[in-house]
C-alpha cells in the first residue's frame, strides 16, 4: 500500500482504499478489492476531482457492502 493510499476501517466486509497524491490536489481515486486466493483483484475504480466526492462515493459502497452481507447471512 503506497503512503499516499488509506484503507477506509470497518467497511462492512469489503475491503475499500482512497488514494489522493498530494502532488494532483485534483485527483483522488476509491477502490475496490476483491480477495481471490493469494492476491488481491481490484474490482472497482473511480477517479473523483474532489474529496468529498470520493467520501461519498466510498460511503455508498461502504452500504452497498452491508446489505449484500445482511442478505447473506
Known amino acids: ?9 470497518d467497511s462492512g466486509g469489503c475491503d475499500i482504499t482512497m488514494f489522493h497524491d498530494p ?8 477502490r475496490k478489492w476483491k480477495k481471490q486466493l493469494f492476491w488481491k483483484r481490484c474490482e472497482l475504480s473511480r477517479w473523483f476531482c474532489t474529496k468529498e466526492q470520493a467520501e461519498e462515493f466510498a460511503r ?14
Open 23 to 30: 502532488e494532483d490536489p485534483s485527483s483522488w481515486i476509491v
Open 1 to 9: 500500500m503506497s503512503t499516499f493510499e488509506t484503507r477506509i476501517p
Open 60 to 73: 455508498s459502497l461502504i452500504e452497498d457492502c452491508r446489505v449484500k452481507r445482511r442478505k447473506a447471512a
